[in-house]
């Protein structure tokens, strides 16, 4: 099965800082890939698909490049409203795998 | 608008049962593939079963074969998890998720339920 290691595992940045996390896939995955935001408490929600579309409604400082195995997702400018655990999915085939999540904080 | 509701989740002990249901509406539920996904406590998501909107093609995490049934009636827009011998290290919140397209892949996730919380302890 192909494994998603997504790093760092958490990071602490300033409002406004531009922020990277990326998402490694073991095998190529072509452009099948997902970010998903969860918010502490919430259901995730989904940020981008196909590793550079953005979901309809979700702001323009979330970005999303990369394909084959490495992916990136950049937020511009943080905001503090983008305090959440982020997480990469593959969904070329079977197993729909999750990368362990990078949790973003503000410092 | 589309909203999708998980139900079933409780306290079990070890080598117990449970039966999740999602009821979902807003949206022609036998077009559209669903899934399971799972979070245990202070952890990050696992998705544990697919299953195509037909409902003839259906996938598991190797953590749950052979114990864990997805299905689904279209009729009632219910999607369900059979869940058998039950494991401590099943506790969890179980989510239901919509896919964007017939087949489990290929897809993503666009809709999430808002969690069922399974424990599972003697």
């Known amino acids: 099965d192909i494994q998603m290691t997504q790093s760092p595992s958490s990071l602490s940045a300033s409002v406004g800082d531009r922020v990277t996390i990326t998402c490694r896939a073991s095998q190529g995955i072509s452009n099948y890939l997902a970010w998903y935001q969860q918010k502490p408490g919430k259901v995730p929600e989904l940020l981008i698909f196909?590793?550079?579309t953005l979901q309809s409604g979700v702001p323009s400082r979330f970005s999303g490049s990369g394909s084959g195995t490495d992916f990136t997702l950049t937020i511009s400018s943080l905001q503090p409203e983008d305090i959440a655990t982020y997480y990469c999915?593959?969904?070329?085939?079977?197993?729909?795998?999750f990368g362990g999540g990078t949790k973003v904080e503000i410092k | 608008e589309v909203q999708l509701l998980e139900s079933g989740g409780g306290s079990v002990q070890p080598g117990g049962s449970l039966r999740l249901s999602c009821v979902v509406s807003?949206?022609?539920?036998?077009?559209?593939?669903m899934s399971w996904v799972r979070q245990a406590p202070g952890k990050g998501l696992e998705c544990v079963s697919a299953?195509?909107?037909?409902?003839?093609?259906?996938n598991y995490a190797d953590s749950v074969k052979g114990r864990f049934a997805i299905s689904r009636d279209n009729s009632k827009s219910t999607l369900y998890l059979q869940m058998n011998s039950l494991r401590a290290e099943d506790t969890a919140v179980y989510y239901c998720a919509k896919g964007t397209g017939t087949y489990y892949i290929r897809n993503w996730f666009d809709s999430w339920g808002q969690g069922t919380l399974v424990t599972v302890s003697s």
């Open positions: 807003g949206f022609t539920f036998g077009n559209y593939a």
């Open positions: 999915q593959k969904y070329n085939n079977a197993p729909l795998t």
């Open positions: 299953i195509s909107g037909s409902g003839a093609s259906t």
């Open positions: 196909a590793a550079s």
